[in-house]
């Protein structure tokens, strides 16, 4: 191996550690939220609200032509909302205006994230995957209040 190679190499090296570094740090110092595929646990039958502590809520969704169950979600403002998200039918996707959720909700399985509701407001979950002649109809709502 020449100087040129080892160079190369240690340049090479140094470029991985950093960009494993950034996703450490956005993971960690940024607390972005990598959307998660849940393998390990089974898909909710009913979709529901349900209240786990002060403040902390579980939405077990399910997504299906052409709608989300369950359509209407409300929680106090200041509430952390775990979603637990799947899918009846064909993919469907879900993202809810004006926070970073966006995810993949895909039959079998069980898609993640958490999001924090800080002000008050209605925040419409539109699905983001065409999935069918209904799509641009398929909607649902949080209203934090
Ligand atoms: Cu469901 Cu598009």
Redesign the pocket.
């Known amino acids: 191996m020449d100087r040129f190679e080892k160079r190369s190499l240690i340049a090479t090296l140094a470029v991985l550690f950093l960009f494993f570094g950034l996703v450490v740090y956005a993971a960690r110092g940024l607390n972005v939220e990598v959307p998660t595929c849940l393998t390990d646990v089974t898909p909710h039958e009913e979709g529901r609200l349900i209240e786990v502590g002060p403040g902390r809520y579980q939405l077990n969704m399910i ?1 299906r ?2 709608n989300f169950e369950p359509f209407e979600v409300r929680v106090p403002t200041g509430s952390t909302v775990d979603i637990y998200l799947t899918s009846r039918d064909v993919v ?2 879900m993202h809810i205006d004006g926070t970073l959720v966006n995810i993949m909700a895909i039959p079998g399985t069980v898609s993640y994230a958490r999001v924090k509701f800080d002000k008050p407001g209605t925040y419409q979950i539109i ?1 983001h ?3 069918g002649t209904a ?1 641009h109809t ?1 909607a649902g709502k949080v209203i934090v209040e």
Do not use: P, V
């Open positions: 997504a032509m052409w469907h996707g699905c995957e065409y999935c799509h398929m």
